[in-house]
């Protein structure tokens, strides 16, 4: 109820006077019809009329009320640093509460004026119960009313600490789910997880974590801050989002046990150790196979599925093992399945790589040392300098050496005519072949080179030469396109099997179940480091990354591998025949490489070895 | 007191219309009939004839004094007159002052510090010019109703309708201006579908204001009304009284 009338803010008082004048002035009509009065019907029509104006005025108010709440609302919301359709819903239900006030006022109103009107145009004036008996049971509906606007009565149950169970913030489409740890090294610690449609999308550290009395402050890596009181008893945090840009928002938590959301933690509580298990087979004729038969210790896999349980690789939704072509392991967290699609962040650039190769093969491109230009006919007038000397294999090198910002190398995306024009817009500020620097913008030039080069978009060129010969059916690439063009540096969403399809036909050389796909020297160049990834152990080659592990007896061991943000990869081993995919949401944890560590201690020294 | 007030009184005491348009009838017919009484005393009747040329002018049947009543019983009039009524009493007044005060402040404090105009739309300028018009009215009509009211009787009303016109056209300028709005976020929308979703909380930023400056100008004319045509019926009541004094 206190959450009500503070979410009413400043138009709460109006609509309560204007509530009880409108409620008087019923019972005044409540009383009159029950006994008669001297003044008569006059009387009765002249309260009737008034307990409508007011009820109109209460209307009228509470619109007012409700632009004005939006009008601060939408202020907050857009000196936020980021703009959900979440924040908006949220913001619009709290500014709606003084409008379906005034409604709600208004409805009484003419309801009771109505029954009035009625009875006058009947002559039953005086002594008729009918209304009476109407207007009582009013106020019983406004429990009813209140249930609706969510308020339930206070004192909800709550948690003896607040490192029990998770707070909860719904915004649909997701609810922010608040969990806290005490740890006698590190104090209170704070992760805020984003759930939608039961699964959770992203976990966020927060920067900072305190709790003095009642008192909680979190400070989240992008500046946000949020402070508020806990009321352990109630299972409430009343509490505002206070945002970089000077903004704030209210952000109420409330209490939920932990079994309310399973899908929170990789195995749902109370699951036992992980024994091992052959893959199922989808009848999709990729063989599945034991792990012993292929080669790998179950036991190692085994040890890898329990870290990653116990969240050694932070958010991780999938694992899967394939050796020899056959899949191995097919495991799933979090609630996700087989059937989901994850999306494949910059694994997306890897794909979109071999695409070139395929268009090279059919002869559609005539070779990896194309000028860029000459894929551009309509944009090479506003060229920048230097354009005339970069080539295919530059932009798949990323050594194109445009002289962007380190900002716009990481934050730029963006495909269709005009976002080339933009990308060709800048000078070569480098040295072409030699700088490397990973800039997500220019791979989208891919887009613009694929539908030059075959007449078709990287969606259709794809699912023609890859997805079909692979038997991959499932996909979603439509997010950030524009004309038909697809986002090449990160919008490809795939199930983790058919990620390992492709990692299975790469680490063969290009062949899927004896078929060719792709020619084994593009793979063989694709994958080769051509260049050094920065001041990293890592080489880069086509859209692909290279790096030495230590592998099962400690020597260097080369992987190949598409490198998507939050733990999206596919790693190819190819001196063990092995091929691992992951999907995950170590977006903001920093945990982004935490499952390599897993695989290097767990997973690979059990790889050939084949127990007595 | 008038020279015909005994006219008038027959009159009034035949006129089926509820105060205050009985008492606003009344004033209308004695203004016309001194108009007329004046131009007969120009044309050189002497004082007695001329009153007695103006009675016999006048129609005061009683077939003429329902079409009288039915000219001014319209629906509309009713309409204003039963809702200026509300006004009447002395907690109504209150109430109604607290929330003009309230609504004034309220909004005020968006304008100063929240920049509620520049965040609206270009046509909330249109409404501020009508809100002006319609408070430099009001404060005309203050200064005739509270400081000489005497030398207006008869027309006291007019003009006091106009700020509840006023108050009509800024609703509806106001939802003309969020939809004209919605138009141009829709063009907006269109050459950059990506950005769907911040031209649209902009534009809802935009309504929100240009309805705020809307309601709230709208809402400041209708309190202004109320107590202008509160004093205008008192002030038509007691003339009108003082009309029929002469044949009490």
Redesign the interface.
């Known amino acids: 109820m206190r959450e009500l009338i503070r979410a009413f803010g400043?138009w709460g008082p109006?609509m309560l006077?204007l509530g009880v004048?409108v409620l008087a002035l019923a019972l005044r009509v409540a009383w009159t019809v029950a006994r008669p009065t001297r003044q008569g019907s006059s009387d009765l029509a002249?309260t009737a009329?008034?307990l409508l104006?007011?009820g109109v005025?209460a209307a009228?108010?509470g619109?007012?009320g409700q632009?004005?709440a939006?009008?601060?609302a939408?202020?907050t919301?857009?000196a936020a640093p980021e703009?959900s359709?979440a924040v908006?819903a949220e913001g619009?239900v709290i500014?709606f509460l003084p409008a379906l006030a005034g409604m709600g006022i208004f409805a009484f109103a003419a309801a009771v004026w109505g029954c009035v009107r009625f009875l006058l145009g009947r002559g039953a004036r005086t002594a008729t119960p009918v209304l009476p008996a109407l207007l009582i049971p009013l106020p019983l509906l406004i429990p009813v009313a209140l249930a609706t606007l969510g308020c339930g009565p206070d004192g909800a149950r709550g948690p003896a600490e607040i490192h029990e169970g998770v707070w909860t913030l719904p915004a649909d489409p997701s609810v922010f789910l608040w969990e806290f740890a005490s740890d006698p090294g590190e104090g209170l610690t704070c992760i805020v997880h984003d759930v939608q449609g039961g699964l959770k999308y992203t976990e966020t550290p927060c920067a900072s974590a305190s709790l003095a009395g009642d008192s909680l402050s979190l400070g989240m890596p992008n500046g946000t801050r949020y402070v508020g009181r806990v009321d352990l008893a109630g299972g409430r945090v009343r509490g505002r989002l206070l945002y970089p840009g000077g903004g704030s928002m209210d952000a109420p938590l409330r209490w939920a046990p932990r079994e309310d959301y399973p899908t929170l933690w990789p195995a749902a509580p109370n699951t036992g150790p992980f024994v091992y298990r052959v893959p199922a087979d989808s009848g999709d004729g990729w063989p599945v196979a034991q792990a012993a038969s292929a080669g790998v210790d179950p036991a190692a896999l085994e040890r890898a599925v329990e870290a990653v349980r116990r969240g050694e690789a932070g958010f991780l939704k999938s694992l899967l093992v394939a050796r020899g072509g056959s899949l191995i392991l097919d495991e799933y967290f979090h609630g996700y399945g087989p059937g989901d699609l994850s999306p494949l962040a910059s694994c997306t650039k890897s794909i979109s790589s071999l695409l070139v190769g395929l268009a090279i093969q059919n002869g559609q491109i005539p070779g990896v040392d194309t000028p860029l230009l000459d894929f551009f006919p309509a944009e090479r007038a506003g060229a920048g300098t230097g354009w005339g000397d970069l080539t295919l294999e530059h932009l798949l090198t990323m050594s194109m050496a445009l002289d962007w910002s380190p900002e716009e190398a990481e934050t730029l995306h963006g495909t269709g005519p005009d976002a080339f024009r933009h990308i060709l817009s800048r000078k070569v500020g480098g040295r072409p072949g030699e700088d490397w620097a990973y800039v997500n913008m220019n791979v989208n030039l891919l887009a613009g080179i694929l539908r030059q080069a075959t007449g078709e978009h990287a969606e259709a060129f794809a699912q023609r030469t890859l997805f079909e010969p692979l038997g991959i059916r499932a996909w979603s690439w439509d997010w950030?396109s524009?004309d038909g063009y697809n986002l090449m540096d990160g919008s490809l969403r795939l199930a983790p099997r058919d990620m390992a399809r492709i990692g299975v036909m790469v680490a063969s050389g290009g062949v899927w179940k004896g078929q060719r796909v792709l020619d084994e020297a593009w793979i063989r160049e694709s994958l080769r480091p051509h260049l050094q990834a920065g001041p990293g152990p890592e080489g880069y080659g086509y859209l692909w990354w290279t790096m030495e592990v230590p592998g099962p007896q400690g020597a260097p061991l080369q992987v190949h591998f598409a490198n998507g943000w939050g733990s999206q990869f596919i790693l190819i081993f190819p001196a063990l025949d092995l091929v691992v995919v992951t999907t995950g949401g170590n977006q903001e944890n920093g945990k982004h490489l935490a499952i390599g560590e897993v695989l290097v201690r767990e997973l690979l020294p059990g790889v050939g070895h084949r127990p007595a | 007191m008038s020279r015909f007030a005994k006219a008038l009184s027959d009159a009034a005491s035949r006129l089926t219309l509820p105060e205050p348009v009985r008492s606003r009838v009344l004033l209308e017919m004695a203004a016309d009939m001194e108009d007329l009484h004046r131009a007969y005393l120009e044309r050189g009747l002497p004082e007695e004839k001329a009153r007695e040329a103006v009675l016999e002018h006048f129609d005061l049947s009683q077939e003429a004094l329902r079409e009288l009543a039915a000219v001014h019983d319209s629906p509309l009039e009713r309409s204003l007159t039963s809702l200026s009524g509300q006004a009447h009493r002395p907690w109504a007044r209150t109430l109604l002052g607290l929330l003009g005060l309230f609504v004034a402040l309220g909004t005020g404090s968006l304008f100063l510090e929240a920049g509620l105009l520049s965040r609206a739309s270009s046509l909330a300028w249109v409404l501020l010019a009508i809100l002006a018009v319609g408070l430099a009215g009001g404060v005309w009509k203050i200064r005739i109703l509270y400081f000489a009211p005497a030398a207006v009787e008869s027309r006291t009303r007019t003009g006091v309708s106009f700020l509840l016109g006023l108050a009509g056209v800024q609703v509806v300028l106001g939802f003309a201006c969020v939809w004209v709005e919605l138009y141009r976020s829709g063009l907006r929308i269109r050459s950059a579908p990506g950005e769907a979703l911040i031209h649209i909380v902009g534009w809802m930023h935009m309504a929100s204001a240009t309805l705020v400056v809307a309601l709230s100008g709208a809402l400041i004319l209708g309190f202004l009304w109320f107590f202008l045509e509160g004093r205008t019926q008192r002030l038509q009541a007691a003339a009108a009284s003082r009309l029929l004094e002469a044949d009490r």
């Open positions: 400043p109006i006077v004048v002249e009329k008034a104006f007011w005025a009228v108010l619109f007012l632009c004005s939006a009008f601060m939408l202020s919301i857009l703009i359709a908006v619009f500014s950030g524009q």
